[in-house]
């Protein structure tokens, strides 16, 4: 990534002015002007320039776009989620109610919870879609086996951010299989009374549950999803996008190399010892020989 | 990876990008494009599905159903796969061992499995490990999506005997209302977890104090239990539940 303007493109810009080749329409004049504006003082055009039109390979599968679906998916669920907690009251008293308010009474509110909820389970199933295209591809290998890390640790994020938001409806499935959830997790070894504990704000279940899990919902796994994300993001620009293992381009560069290899083997020489011979040309064999050289 | 090997790598990449094209538009065209159909399906679903509200949360009542989201499905099912008596190891494999050790798996993976090799069928152990656990969520989801949902009617449940103890027949009446049977099973009706299975519960010889000490405050009683504490009921309910829950395989049935 080239971080500042270099001087060449200083130069480009001077020569563009010298070199005026007539009048420019008020749009791009205003663009231009718009961009110089905001490249002088921010450095950042040349890296968004760079950005969105740096090379990716030519052939690319329909697969690698659901990555950035799951984005859109999440931009999605935190549009509707802000819109709910307009409307959502974390108390256990008026929490059911407001829910009913949001689903019965609010301006589309049916339609924006029901997004929110179904939204929840497309994103699970195109985070694991994603995360199978990934593992398919092989695309975690070398250099890119931090962006598998991060995009592991957002799964996790996502069931978390699931059985959470699962509570804030507050009727009695939700409660209950809660209730379960959070005592199969005091059921682990160690840690897992502390957790069950730091979960419910106390040995039971209470009022300060429900505003804990709100807090958990709403606030720290969505900023942790969200760091993660950026992180996520920079490593997939940094490192590119992947080639599909299967691709024209590599296949061929395979079979060419395969071939060199027989052709290497067939005459019994070390790889890339020697220079092999052109294909067509007839391999020179040594006679075979009682003690089984140079036969194949 | 070997240092050839990772040289190798960047050389086909820069390789594959030469004759590459631009992020913009190509990419990003192909993204909108299925962001957007997958934007209208949920916004499809909410339309077709619409949400519905449930009943409003009673901590009083313990008539539920404790069924989580379909995404969990196949934690809630490893539950009943490791259930257990009274063993705490069990319940721990399916609580704790197994889905940390897959989390963990999951997120090193990269470490594992670090030759250069991308293509499938170059990967076969990579492969047909990813093969077997997909499968094996597909199944216990699909497992979870037909176990019943603890509405189990009551007068499919019959339990021969107990007409002669009115105080166990109380209690089975309380069992009946108190939503039991979404996670125990008796004579093969219930759910076949996350609960043990009852039938035979009389003749593991436990008191009525434990019982009743167990309904309280399971976790106490049976280390690693899931199951919630039941502390509503009146000290005449509790009785009756416990002589139940001790004929159970003895007295009747």
Redesign the interface.
């Known amino acids: 990534m080239s971080t500042e303007a270099t001087p060449q493109d200083q130069e480009d810009r001077t020569a563009r002015a010298a070199k005026d080749i007539g009048p420019t329409g008020p749009i791009t004049k205003a663009t231009d002007m718009t961009l110089e504006y905001v490249d002088e003082r921010t450095k950042v055009v040349p890296d968004v320039k760079w950005?969105?039109?740096?090379?990716?390979?030519?052939e690319?599968s329909?697969f690698?776009?659901?990555g950035?679906?799951a984005?859109?998916?999440f931009a999605?669920q935190a549009v509707t989620g802000i819109v709910l907690a307009m409307f959502y009251k974390p108390d256990?008293a008026t929490a059911?109610n407001s829910?009913?308010v949001i689903?019965?009474e609010v301006t589309w509110g049916?339609?924006v919870?029901?997004?929110h909820?179904?939204?929840?389970?497309?994103m699970?199933i195109?985070v694991f879609l994603h995360m199978?295209r990934v593992?398919?591809?092989?695309?975690?290998?070398?250099?890119?086996?931090l962006t598998?890390?991060t995009g592991?640790?957002l799964?996790?994020l996502t069931?978390f951010m699931?059985?959470t938001g699962?509570l804030l409806?507050?009727?009695?499935?939700?409660?209950?299989?809660t209730?379960?959830?959070v005592?199969?997790?005091?059921?682990?070894?160690i840690l897992?009374p502390y957790v069950a504990d730091i979960l419910r704000a106390g040995p039971e279940?209470g009022p300060n549950t429900l505003s804990r899990f709100y807090s958990l919902h709403m606030l720290v796994i969505p900023g942790a999803i969200a760091t993660l994300i950026g992180i996520h993001l920079y490593l997939i620009a940094r490192l590119?996008?992947?080639?599909p293992?299967?691709?024209k381009?590599?296949m061929k560069?395979?079979r060419e190399e395969e071939d060199a290899r027989r052709r290497a083997a067939r005459e019994q020489l070390p790889h890339g010892r020697k220079p092999v011979p052109a294909p067509g040309t007839t391999p020179q064999r040594e006679p075979v020989t009682a003690d089984g050289g140079g036969s194949s | 990876?070997k240092r050839s090997?990772?040289l190798a790598?960047?050389r086909?990449?820069e390789?594959?990008?030469?004759?590459?094209?631009?992020?913009?538009p190509?990419?990003?065209a192909?993204?909108l494009?299925?962001?957007t159909a997958?934007?209208g399906?949920?916004?499809a679903?909410?339309?077709i599905?619409?949400?519905e509200?449930?009943?409003?949360?009673?901590?009083a009542?313990t008539d539920?159903?404790?069924?989580?989201?379909?995404?969990?499905f196949f934690l809630f099912e490893l539950?009943k796969i490791f259930e257990g008596e009274d063993a705490l190891t069990p319940?721990?494999m399916a609580?704790?061992i197994v889905p940390n050790l897959l989390?963990v798996l999951?997120?090193?993976?990269?470490?594992i499995?670090?030759?250069?090799?991308?293509?499938?069928w170059r990967?076969p152990v990579?492969?047909v490990t990813?093969i077997v656990v997909?499968f094996m969520l597909a199944y216990l989801t699909e497992e979870g999506a037909n176990s019943p949902g603890g509405a189990v009617a009551a007068d499919e449940l019959e339990i021969p005997g107990i007409e002669n103890f009115p105080e166990a027949e109380a209690g089975f009446e309380l069992y009946l209302l108190n939503g039991c049977a979404s996670c125990h099973m008796i004579n093969g009706v219930g759910a076949p977890g996350?609960g043990p299975d009852l039938s035979k519960e009389g003749e593991k010889g436990r008191t009525d104090e434990w019982q009743i000490g167990h309904l309280k405050n399971p976790?106490e009683f049976v280390?690693?239990?899931?199951?919630?504490a039941f502390t509503n009921f009146t000290d005449q309910q509790y009785q009756e539940l416990a002589v139940f829950l001790n004929g159970l395989g003895t007295d009747f049935n």
């Open positions: 950005m969105m039109f740096r090379k990716i390979p030519k690319t329909w690698q776009t659901l950035f679906t984005l859109v998916i999605m256990p059911f829910i009913e689903t019965d049916w339609l919870r029901g997004m909820k179904w939204g929840a389970s497309a699970v195109v199978g593992f398919f591809f092989g695309s975690y290998k070398y250099p890119r086996e598998w890390v592991a640790l799964l996790v069931m699931a059985l699962y409806i507050w009727d009695q499935k939700a409660y209950w299989a209730v379960v959830a005592n199969i997790t005091a059921s682990a070894p897992g279940f590119g996008i992947s080639e293992p299967y691709s381009r590599l560069a395979r | 990876m090997q990772k790598y960047k086909e990449f390789a594959s990008k030469k004759d590459g094209k631009p992020f913009f190509y990419a990003v192909h993204d494009i299925v962001a997958t934007l399906v949920v916004i679903f909410a339309v599905f619409r949400v509200i449930g009943e409003p949360v009673n901590p009542t539920f159903v404790p069924r989580p989201e379909w995404y969990f539950l319940v721990i609580t704790f989390m999951l997120i090193i993976w990269p470490f499995d670090r030759g250069p090799e991308r293509r499938i990967r990579s492969v990813a997909i996350p976790p280390p690693g239990s899931s199951m919630p």
